[in-house]
């Protein structure tokens, strides 16, 4: 099956850490990527670590993926109120020769000052 | 470096009418992907082509169709539109595992 689950809403304060959780299904899945939507505007990549990692770091962003338990999480060191948005958790999907994408329902992180 | 760029940007239509929704990758990406998000939701995978042929089908109805052209653009077409299609459209173009987002197209169905 294909499913992927993040909790819907995290608020912080501003300079803390925020930490987004994600969990997947499929366990064939090669890459999992992490996407920012701020609102009425497109998907930003962010980041996506590669399924024989279980650590990467980029800047103030860091993911761990646990894929014993199926699960990621993105790590947001010094959270600022530009951190405001939706974050997506999305896990290639493989049928055959069909690749896609499989989204989970985004986490509304909001930043309060 | 241009992005990924969809057209239009926003597009009002009536039930039973049909819509054209397009994109252009950025330069140098040979593989197109269209996702549907109702608000609220995430992106929902409707097709993927790669060199012109359809590589993946999502679960949507045949009234949704695409193609992609020699240039690797690419439009999405739904007939018969319902009110349950308005949605942001959002093409993704990719040259390996990242996929690169659009704007997107918002569909308003009356």
Known sequence: GEDVEQSLFLSVREGDSSVINCTYTDSSSTYLYWYKQEPGAGLQLLTYIFSNMDMKQDQRLTVLLNKKDKHLSLRIADTQTGDSAIYFCAEIYHAGNNRKLIWGLGTSLAVNP | ?110
């Open chain 2, 1 to 110: 470096d241009a992005g990924v760029t969809q057209s239009p940007t926003h597009l009002i239509k009536t039930r039973g009418q049909h819509v054209t929704l397009r994109c252009s990758p950025i330069s140098g990406h040979k593989s197109v992907s269209w996702y549907q998000q109702v608000l609220g939701q995430g992106p929902q995978f409707i097709f993927q082509y790669y060199e012109k042929e359809e590589r993946g089908r999502g679960n949507f109805p045949d009234r949704f169709s695409a193609r992609q052209f020699p240039n690797y653009s690419s439009e999405l077409n739904v007939n018969a539109l319902l009110l349950g299609d308005s949605a942001l459209y959002l093409c993704a173009s990719s040259l390996g595992n990242e996929q690169f987002f659009g704007p997107g197209t918002r569909l308003t169905v009356l």
